[in-house]
């Protein structure tokens, strides 16, 4: 069973299966293997996988556990591309983050022991998911760029298209749009995304790269595409906002309230299904689009309030600049000032320039007199320039 579990597995990520074909071909298989050994680690990070499509956020956390044991043993166990990433990203989901560090840290010690390209790919571009939920987009941008420049070297063609995606959705963020916008142009991915699981991450760095130019038609095309697909491929998405709820804010945007409304409650049943703070927050903040008055600031308080004390600083940050512009365009400028000033700083310090603008802007419209921001040390370095000092400071010499 677990030879038989191993094959399937590799051939679920050679023919890109979608999830729940992987479940359906592999559940079997999973459940005859023991718990404590190589294949039990491996069924375990495939059950996280499953639990982060339709389940728990606890279930995922407790089966990503169960794989990433005796100190992240799998990534030595399993060293094709993606396995053990599956349990890292179903932490991530799950707000689990240190938790997920402790993991990349792991598979980035055994992927500079043995040098093979596939594990630093994937060592690199778990580095980058972990960091971008914890809100540091710079340490993000360039783990990211590595794993990215390591795929193309070693020719490995199928990670070097969602590689770009998530670069590409970084320099969103990062405010960056015409870079972003020239990472998807590299992919040759004309108009039409195939049917494939593999091109929901371009599906997704299109339609927030339209968003952000405030390109809506193209915005709602594929976001809207993406989450009607989304169930039949089983697209559990990076540390960004669902493909849900980002259709709803741009369906919203486009001015159809009554589709997003019931996008975005979809949103917020989901995501209270899972349990992870991060994801209700986003959830509400995207139902709040299609609020008014009262109702809006409820949902945006909610969802600053689930996020006190978390970890995940970007999420902080928007949902903190978007309570702060409600309540200034709603007349009250003074209860404005606070949520805004540490939304500013959140996003300042996440390097996510398009909200620290946004939150800037917002900020000097209560009347409150903003100096520019001006980076200074780590924050004032590029993306290669920082992975330099901190390899330097790691004890690596040139």
Known sequence: AGEALR????????????????????????????????????????????????????????????????????????????APGRAVLALVLADELDAARRAVDHALAHAADRSATPELVAARWMSGIVAWAFGDLAAAEADVRQALEAARLGRLALAELPLRAVLACLLVARGELDAAGDEIARTGVGAA???????????????????????????VADLVQLERLSDRWGAIGVPA??????????????????????????????ARRWGAPTSVARALGALAWTLDGAERLAALEEAVGVLDGSPARLARAEALVALGGALRRGGRRADARAPLREGLDLARRCGAAALARTAFDELAATGERVRHHTPIGVESLTPSQRRVAELAASGMTN
């Not at 407790?62 to 799998?74: C, E, Q, V, Y």
């Open 7 to 82: 094959l399937e597995a590799q051939l679920s990520m050679v023919d890109q299966w979608p999830v729940p074909a992987v479940r359906e071909r592999l559940a079997g298989d999973t459940a005859k293997v023991p718990g404590d050994s190589r294949a039990g680690r491996l069924a375990a990070a495939f059950e996280a996988e499953w639990q982060a499509f339709d389940g728990t956020a606890a279930a995922a956390t407790a089966a990503a556990g169960r794989a990433l044991a005796h100190d992240g043993r799998i990534f030595v166990e399993q060293p094709e591309f993606f």
């Open 193 to 219: 995304v195939p049917d494939v699981v593999w091109f929901a991450p371009l599906l997704f760095a299109r339609g927030r790269l339209g968003f952000a130019r405030g390109q809506l038609d193209r915005a």
């Open 241 to 270: 906002p669902s493909a849900r709820v980002c259709a709803a804010e741009a369906v919203a945007a486009a001015g159809d309230r009554e589709h997003a409304r019931a996008l975005a409650q979809a949103a917020v049943a989901h």
